[in-house]
């Protein structure tokens, strides 16, 4: 009896002391917690100055003001002013002169043999395109006196009013009227082209024939298309190679025109309105203003992408280098872009009418882009580089 009390006793004893042993450790655990509330509450109550110094840790780590960065960024700055001022420089040039610096370009004398709807692949490597012709066959007061329609081409309209000009639409009727001789109008209204001889007079007073592209008599749009179709089944491959070698040229046309001081109007605009087509020209909104620059800029961002990533070595942070990256190629473009507006500001305040003709549109709305988009990359790094200094600091405790 006496030994089963002791036994008791001795249990209950047992059972105290673990009692005792889970509540010291219970204890402990509360006091961890605890210690773990108050850093949590100490993060979020500092969280202001732990992100300011976790931003002024970023903006040191991805800063180029550095040895590796500072002639990136110079370098960048100069090649796109540079490439600004080749284009202002273009944009002062004649389509001729641009043609003649063209590697394999060879002089164009107009000979055509005057068939209908018909040019020979020897024509149409010889020949200008047809839908250069500004001359005409008859003089205005016949178009009248006959009931024709009068083509109205001439030299100041012909890239707004000649179908061949326009850079989307080229790519179908100017190869047409390149193969087949022929010029077709903003209203889908075609004439053949032939050589014709013009009375010319030299510096000396010499008179002397010029044999020159002449618009002639109408022909059908229509008919364009179903010759060179019909062209096509009969010749087979022939047919094809001519036609490859007419959009060539047509292709050829267009890129050498894209810089040239008139330009090219934006695509399909003339259709619609041949005025605002050269209005939209006239203040610096053509093909030449958008696509030139604009590719120019472009690749010259991609280069220095690539050339900056080729130099980063092993131990620097991919993304941090990837903000370094972006903030050289987006700087560079803001400085290039404001140094061109405010000098186009400049010389359209002094009385340059062409002023905003050579203004790099291309280029500034690719620096637009370029801001956006850079922007986007740094603040995706930037949140990142946040997260995990907050993260840190939430595990960064020590129990006591």
């Not at 909104?285 to 620059?293: A, R, W």
Request: glycine share 6%; net charge neutral.
């Amino acid at each position: 009896m006496e030994q089963s009390k002791k036994d008791n006793i001795e249990s209950i004893l047992l059972d105290l002391d673990g009692i005792l042993q889970r509540n010291a450790q219970i204890d402990s655990d509360i006091d961890v917690l605890n210690k773990r509330v108050d850093h949590r509450i100490y993060i979020c109550e500092h969280t202001r100055d732990i992100l300011d110094a976790a931003t002024k840790e970023f903006n040191g780590l991805t800063s180029i003001l550095n040895k590796k960065d500072i002639p990136f960024f110079i370098f960048s700055i100069l090649l796109q002013c540079s490439i600004k001022y080749v284009i202002k420089k273009l944009r002062e040039m004649s389509d001729k002169k641009i043609a003649d610096k063209i590697p394999g370009h060879n002089p164009e004398h107009s000979a055509r043999h005057g068939n209908k709807y018909y040019a020979s692949r020897e024509e149409i490597i010889t020949n200008p395109v047809p839908f250069d012709a500004i001359l005409k066959e008859h003089e205005n007061r016949w178009y009248k006196d006959n009931n024709e329609i009068r083509p109205g081409f001439n030299g100041f309209n012909h890239r707004t009013k000649a179908l061949g000009h326009d850079p989307l639409l080229g790519l179908i009727f100017g190869t047409a009227n390149i193969m087949t001789a022929t010029i077709t109008r903003n209203d889908f209204v075609s004439w053949h082209v032939n050589t014709l001889a013009h009375s010319r007079t030299a510096k000396n007073g010499i008179e002397y024939f010029a044999y020159l592209d002449t618009i002639c008599e109408r022909a059908s749009t229509i008919e364009i298309f179903s010759q060179i179709i019909n062209r096509l089944k009969e010749e087979g491959k022939e047919g094809w190679m001519t036609l490859g070698c007419a959009l060539l040229k047509e292709i050829v046309h267009l890129f050498t025109d894209i810089p040239s001081q008139k330009s090219l109007p934006i695509p399909v605009v003339p259709v619609f309105s041949e005025k605002m087509a050269r209005t939209l020209s006239f203040y610096g909104l053509n093909t030449g203003t958008i696509v030139q620059g604009g590719f120019a800029t472009m690749l010259i961002n991609w280069l220095i992408g690539f050339l900056h990533k080729l130099c980063m070595n092993a131990k620097e942070d991919g993304q941090l280098y990837q903000v370094r990256t972006q903030k050289i190629i987006m700087y560079s473009n803001i400085f290039a872009t404001v140094s061109d507006l405010g000098y186009t500001m400049l010389k359209a305040y002094l009385g340059d009418k062409n002023a905003m003709a050579k203004f790099d549109l291309g280029g500034y709305i690719v620096t637009l882009y370029q801001i956006s988009h850079s922007s986007s990359v740094i603040s995706a790094v930037e949140r990142e580089f946040y997260t995990k200094k907050i993260i840190d600091e939430l595990n960064n405790y020590v129990v006591l």
